[in-house]
């Protein structure tokens, strides 16, 4: 899934990709401008939604700088339907560093609001229709970002508020156990926000739930995976430390795959 990108540019040796879905979303949104409100429709919606992705690009910059100055190295930036995801070689296990981390995209979410706040006017702001001026452009992002960075805010793994959870169950459990138990209440939540966004009709929602229960269960098995690997290899050194040892299973030193920090 995450191999169907197309590469953009870099910044501060971090690729932009954009999957390949995206394209379809775009002429989406440019076919529903243009019903509404002919060429100009399309051009206004599909500027709204480009500009909307760079507020996700910001997003995911402010997990990823906060992570390169943790020294975590971040390999790229996806962009597909349903927000965005930063590639990092690993994540953080110090829960205070994680939490900062975690919480820099977000907060970027918050100051482009905060920016935005005193420059547009929201007295007339409908959320019906597509938008038809610059105002209404400015509106509609200033929305975006207090919702997207309230929505990732909620726990549950691995959005970032279920990572926060997961940093702060961390400070007293072992890894493992508190990636557990942020991944079932996580589950809990999603599988109640997709039978909720199916009841009012809001599949796209119920989709972008759906997602985040299968990538918070597979990150799980993967540092399941890494533990297992782990405590196998310390085992073994425990057996040579002691001295000849008959021969045995080689440890299991299969390479670590990526992580992704999910965003909006």
């Not at 690009?57 to 943790?70: A, D, I, K, Q, R």
């Not at 390479?255 to 992704?260: A, F, L, N, V």
Request: overall charge neutral.
């Amino acid at each position: 899934m995450f191999g169907w990108s197309i590469n953009l540019f870099r910044i501060r040796g971090i690729q932009l990709a954009v999957h390949a879905s995206f394209l379809l979303l775009l002429a989406w949104y440019a076919y529903n401008g243009f019903q509404d409100n002919g060429i100009a429709g399309m051009i206004w919606n599909s500027v709204t939604l480009v500009l909307f992705f760079a507020c996700v690009v910001l997003h995911e910059l402010g997990h990823s700088f906060t992570g390169m100055h943790y020294g975590m190295k971040i390999r790229r930036i996806l962009l597909m339907p349903i927000g965005g995801a930063a590639q990092f070689d690993s994540i953080t296990r110090q829960p205070k560093q994680e939490i900062v981390m975690t919480l820099a995209g977000p907060a970027v979410n918050f100051v482009l609001a905060a920016i935005l706040w005193p420059i547009v006017d929201m007295t007339h702001w409908s959320p019906d229709g597509s938008p038809a001026s610059i105002l209404e452009v400015g509106q509609y992002l200033l929305v975006a970002n207090i919702v997207m960075g309230c929505f990732n805010l909620l726990p549950v793994f691995p959005m970032d508020g279920g990572r926060i959870l997961r940093a702060i169950l961390a400070i007293k459990l072992p890894y493992l156990r508190a990636t557990q138990v942020a991944v079932n209440i996580g589950k809990v939540l999603a599988v109640l926000a997709i039978a909720y966004c199916l009841y009012i009709g809001n599949y796209l929602t119920a989709t972008v739930f759906t997602f985040i229960f299968i990538a918070g269960n597979a990150e799980y098995r993967m540092i399941q995976r890494q533990e297992l690997a782990q405590a196998h290899w310390e085992e073994m050194m425990r057996h040579l430390a002691r001295g000849p040892v008959a021969a045995t299973e080689p440890p299991l030193l299969e390479p670590k795959p990526p992580q992704w920090e999910l965003g909006p």
